[in-house]
C-alpha cells in the first residue's frame, strides 16, 4: 500500500528564529508509527506539496514536532500553519542518529543553525537518561544570537559541557563568537571513545566531521545526517540518490567513513 | 598546567619544547573588561587562557568594538608577537574574569633563536592555530546558515 | 517452470486466437503496431494489428522503419517506448484530499483501478527491464502499490529476438536474445518454406491455461531447430556489445575522469535517453488544486535526472552542470543501481542510443572510460 498522509492537527506552534517555527502536532484519528530521533515524515501542507522533516520532538506523551524554515512554498504553507489547521503526514523514514549504538562512548552532538532540529530530540533522550553514557557535549553554533533556535532549552541541558557560538554577536552578546568547530577545542570527549551526531549546512558538517576525525575520532562513530531533493520517501523517486545510496532509504543519517567519500565528489 | 591544558599545547608542542617554554610562564589574572592590547600597539606579550574568555576585536569609528571571535580556556592569544614588525593587529578584552599564564614574547623569539628546534615547534605550533582559525574564519564568510545557504542560487 | 513447460506451434490463425482469447478475458491486450513512422506499444483489437513485413534499421541518432522481404511480425528491436509506459504510466494520480469547512482533512487512495493487461512480444531485453523494475518499485519497504497491481495482472508474452538492430548489445549484458524466464507465454518466430508460424512455451499456469484454448500444433522438430538456430544467429548479430570488464567497478572508480567532459559538451542534457531507458524509473509529483483551494490532488509523474530541478535543494540544484548529470545518470545505471538494487540497470536494449539526438553511445562511452581507466597502468614502468 503507498501510504497516504496521515491528517495530524497542529496544537500549538512557536517561533524558534525570525524565519522558523516549530509546529507541536497531535494526529486527528489514526497515528503514525513512532519515530526515533533522526528520523523524518513527509510533511504535506494542503494545496501545496510535501517535504521532508526530521522530528524535532518526539514526547513520550505522544505527538510530534517539526521544525520549518520558511524557504520555499511547501515549508512557507507549513510555516504559516497554527493551532487548528490540519497538515498530512506520511513516515517515519530513513534512519535514526542510533543513540543506543554509542552507549559507554562520550557524545558529542554539533549543530549549526536550525541543525539543532533533528538533534533535538536525541539529546533530550541522552539528558533524560545520561546513565548508559559517557560525557554528554552540545555544541550549537547560529548566525546571530536571534538564529539559535530553542535557545532556552538548550541552556537547561544537563550536559558536560555545552557551547554556544554564533558568527555575528550584535549588542548584548556575551557568549562565544566563532564557528562551531572552535568549540571541538573546549568540549570534554576522549576522541577514541566517542560518537558525534552532527547535522548542519553541508560545508559546516564537512568540516566538523574532518576536525573530529582529526582528534582521533573513528570515521563511524562520526554520524552525519545530509539533505537532498525528496519526493517519495520510499526509494522509488530517485531524487534523494547520493552516489550507491537513496538518502531516503539508507539516510538521512550516514556514518562519516561512509559519507566522506561521497560528500567530496562535487555535484554527485 | 592542568591535563587539558597540556593535552591543547601537547597536540603541536613535543613535550621538552613545552616545558621549557612553561619555565618562562607567568601567572596572569584579568577582571572583566581589562583590555589585554591593542591594535598597532607592540606585541610584547602572549597568553594561554586557563579560565575564562578573552574576545578580539578591532575598532570601528563610530560604532563599538566589533567583536571577532572569543578564545577559551587553552587557547593561544596573540600571534602576532611572533611575526615582525610584531604590533597586534587586534584588539582583546577580557569578557570574564581570566585567568592565564602570560609569556614574554622577547624572551620567547631570543630562545628560538639561539635554539632551531625550539623554533621550529613553536612556529609549527603557532602555525597550527593558525590554519584553525583561518578555516573557521573562512567557513563564517560563506555565512552557511544564511536563509539560501552559502550565497544566491547558481 | 522449465521442467514442466508445454510447447506448440501457432500459426498466424493461431495467434489471432490468442489476442481474441485475452480480449474475451477482458485484458487491454498491448503490442507492437506500426503508427507515426515508427512501431510503437499500443492497445491491439487483433494480431493483425502487429508490424508484419516491418524491421528497423537503427543506429546512433536514428530510427528508421523498413520493408522486409518477409511477413515476420516480430522481426524489429526495441521502439520509443517501453512497457513501463504501462506498468510505470507517466502520469498517475496517488492521492486526493478535501479540506472540509471545519478543516477537516480527508485523503483518499483513487488511483484509477488496474488493468489487466497482456503484453504481446515483450523482448527478453524488455523482460528483464521489467523484472528490474519490479525490484525497484515493487520490492522493498514500501512496494509502489499502483505498480505492484498493474504487475500482478499482467501477463506476459515474450518474443525472443531473431533480428536484432545496429544498436543492440543484450548478448553483452547477458539479457537476450533468448528468454528464460518471467514471462506466461514466450514466442519464437519462424518464417521458412513451410510458413510462418511461432513455437511457443509456457512459462505460467496461467499460460499453460491460455495455451490449451488455442488451435495449435504440436511442437515438431524442424520448428523447434529452426527457433533455436535463428536466436542463436541472432545472437551473433548484435550491433555492438558493452566492453567486457566489471561495469559496477569500472563507473564507481570513474567519478573523476575526464571522459565526462567529452560527454558533457555532446550532451544536450535532454533526457531522452532516461524517457525511452526502459528501467528508468524515476518520478516527481506535483500538488494540483481547484479554484475553491478545498479539494487537492497528489500527482505523481516521470522525472528524469537531466532536468535541473530535480537535484533542487533550497538554495539550487546540486547538480548544476551537465558532466554531473551525465554522470548520474551512467554510473547509477551501470554502478549505483547495484548498491540499490542488487542488479545493473541496463538491460541491452539499445534504445538510449538510437535516441539520443546527439548520437551518444553508450557502449563507446564506457569503452572510452575503461580506456581512460586502464591508461595510468599501460604506461607504468614494465
Avoid at chain 1, 576522549?190 to 568540516?207: L, Y
Wanted: glycine share 10%.
Amino acid at each position: 500500500m503507498t501510504a497516504l498522509p496521515v491528517p495530524y492537527r497542529v496544537v500549538a506552534r512557536w517561533q524558534e528564529t525570525p524565519d522558523t517555527r516549530t509546529l507541536r502536532v497531535e494526529p486527528v484519528r489514526e497515528r503514525l508509527c513512532p519515530f526515533v530521533p533522526g528520523q523524518f515524515a513527509m510533511v504535506h501542507a494542503f494545496g501545496r506539496g510535501e517535504i521532508p522533516v526530521s522530528a524535532s520532538a518526539i514526547p513520550i506523551g505522544g505527538g510530534l514536532g517539526f521544525t520549518v524554515r520558511r524557504v520555499g512554498a511547501v515549508s512557507e504553507g507549513l510555516y504559516e500553519a497554527g493551532p487548528g489547521d490540519t497538515v498530512g503526514l506520511r513516515g517515519p523514514y530513513g534512519t535514526g542518529w542510533e543513540l543506543e549504538k554509542a552507549a559507554c562512548d562520550d557524545l558529542v552532538v554539533v549543530a549549526g543553525g536550525i541543525g539543532l532540529a533533528p538533534l533535538r530530540p536525541l539529546v533530550r533522550d541522552a539528558v533524560a537518561d545520561p546513565e548508559p553514557y559517557g560525557r554528554l557535549n552540545v555544541l550549537v553554533g547560529a548566525r546571530t544570537p536571534a538564529d539559535l533556535m530553542a535557545h532556552r532549552e538548550t541552556g537547561l541541558w544537563r550536559t558536560a559541557y555545552t557551547g554556544v557560538t554564533v558568527d555575528r554577536p550584535g549588542a548584548g552578546w556575551s557568549g562565544d563568537i566563532g564557528f562551531v568547530t572552535a568549540l571541538l577545542g573546549r568540549a570534554r570527549f576522549d576522541p577514541r571513545a566517542t560518537t558525534a551526531f552532527v547535522c548542519g549546512p553541508e560545508p559546516m558538517i564537512r568540516a566538523t566531521a574532518l576536525r573530529l576525525a582529526a582528534l582521533g575520532v573513528p570515521g563511524e562513530h562520526i554520524r552525519v545526517s545530509l539533505e537532498r531533493n525528496m519526493r517519495c520517501a520510499t526509494g522509488h523517486c530517485g531524487h534523494c540518490q547520493l552516489g550507491p545510496l537513496l538518502l531516503c532509504r539508507d539516510g538521512p543519517v550516514i556514518g562519516w567513513d561512509l559519507a566522506e567519500q561521497l560528500m567530496t565528489v562535487r555535484e554527485l | 598546567m592542568t591535563t587539558k591544558q597540556a593535552v591543547r599545547m601537547a597536540v603541536a608542542l613535543p613535550a621538552k619544547h613545552r616545558s621549557r617554554l612553561m619555565n618562562t610562564a607567568r601567572e596572569a589574572r584579568f577582571p572583566v573588561g581589562t583590555r589585554l592590547f591593542e591594535e598597532g600597539r607592540k606585541a610584547d606579550r602572549f597568553w594561554v587562557v586557563r579560565t575564562g574568555t578573552v574576545t578580539l576585536d578591532m575598532h570601528v569609528p563610530g560604532r563599538r568594538s566589533a567583536a571577532i571571535e572569543s578564545l577559551a580556556a587553552g587557547e593561544l592569544v596573540g600571534w602576532s608577537w611572533l611575526f615582525p614588525p610584531y604590533l597586534w593587529h587586534f584588539g582583546a578584552e577580557a569578557t570574564t574574569p581570566v585567568r592565564a599564564y602570560e609569556f614574554d614574547a622577547l624572551a620567547i623569539r631570543l630562545m628560538c633563536d639561539s635554539d632551531p628546534q625550539l623554533g621550529a615547534a613553536v612556529a609549527q605550533w603557532v602555525g597550527q592555530v593558525l590554519a584553525h582559525r583561518l578555516t573557521q574564519a573562512r567557513m563564517r564568510l560563506l555565512d552557511l546558515y544564511a536563509p539560501h545557504g552559502s550565497g544566491p542560487p547558481r | 517452470m522449465a521442467g514442466t513447460a508445454t510447447t506448440a506451434v501457432l500459426d498466424r490463425a493461431g495467434l489471432d486466437a490468442l489476442v481474441a482469447a485475452l480480449v474475451a478475458d477482458g485484458r487491454t491486450v498491448v503490442g507492437p503496431t506500426v503508427r507515426d513512422g515508427a512501431i510503437v506499444l499500443a492497445e491491439l483489437s487483433g494480431a493483425g494489428q502487429l508490424p508484419y513485413g516491418w524491421g528497423v534499421e537503427l543506429d546512433a541518432g536514428r530510427y528508421r522503419l523498413v520493408r522486409r522481404d518477409d511477413d515476420a511480425a516480430f522481426a524489429h528491436s526495441g521502439g520509443p517506448q517501453s512497457w513501463k509506459a504501462f506498468l510505470h504510466p507517466e502520469r498517475e494520480r496517488l492521492w486526493s484530499a478535501e479540506r472540509a469547512a471545519d478543516g477537516t482533512l480527508t485523503v483518499r487512495a483513487d488511483r484509477a483501478e488496474a488493468p489487466s493487461y497482456a503484453f504481446l512480444g515483450v523482448r527478453p531485453c524488455d523482460l528483464r527491464a521489467i523484472a528490474v523494475q519490479d525490484r525497484v518499485l515493487a520490492s522493498g519497504h514500501y512496494p509502489d502499490s499502483g505498480y505492484r497491481e498493474r504487475r500482478r495482472r499482467a501477463f506476459l508474452i515474450a518474443a525472443e529476438c531473431t533480428e536484432p538492430a545496429g544498436t543492440c548489445f543484450c548478448v553483452s549484458m547477458g539479457s537476450g536474445p533468448a528468454v528464460d524466464d518471467g514471462y506466461d507465454l514466450a514466442l519464437t518466430e519462424v518464417v521458412s518454406a513451410a510458413g510462418h508460424r511461432f513455437l511457443v512455451r509456457t512459462g505460467s499456469a496461467e499460460g499453460e491455461r491460455i495455451l490449451t484454448r488455442l488451435p495449435r500444433l504440436p511442437a515438431d522438430a524442424e520448428t523447434t531447430a529452426l527457433a533455436s538456430a535463428a536466436v542463436r544467429r541472432a545472437a551473433e548479430r548484435m550491433g555492438r556489445a558493452m566492453p567486457p570488464v566489471d561495469l559496477r567497478a569500472l563507473m564507481g572508480a570513474s567519478l573523476e575522469a575526464e571522459r565526462w567532459d567529452d560527454v558533457a559538451a555532446r550532451c544536450l542534457t535532454c533526457g531522452n535517453c532516461t524517457l525511452v531507458c526502459p528501467t528508468c524509473f524515476c518520478t516527481t509529483t506535483e500538488e494540483v488544486t481547484d479554484l475553491t483551494g478545498d479539494h487537492t490532488e497528489r500527482w505523481q509523474r516521470w522525472d528524469s535526472c537531466f532536468d535541473l530541478d530535480f537535484s533542487y535543494v533550497h538554495g539550487g540544484p546540486v547538480r548544476a552542470s551537465a558532466r554531473s548529470r551525465y554522470r548520474q545518470w551512467l554510473t547509477h545505471k551501470l554502478s549505483t543501481w547495484y548498491d540499490q538494487f542488487g542488479s545493473p540497470g541496463c538491460v541491452g536494449c539499445g534504445r538510449c542510443i538510437a535516441w539520443c539526438p546527439a548520437g551518444i553511445d553508450i557502449t563507446e562511452e564506457v569503452a572510452a572510460f575503461r580506456a581512460e581507466s586502464s591508461t595510468p597502468r599501460e604506461e607504468a614502468p614494465q
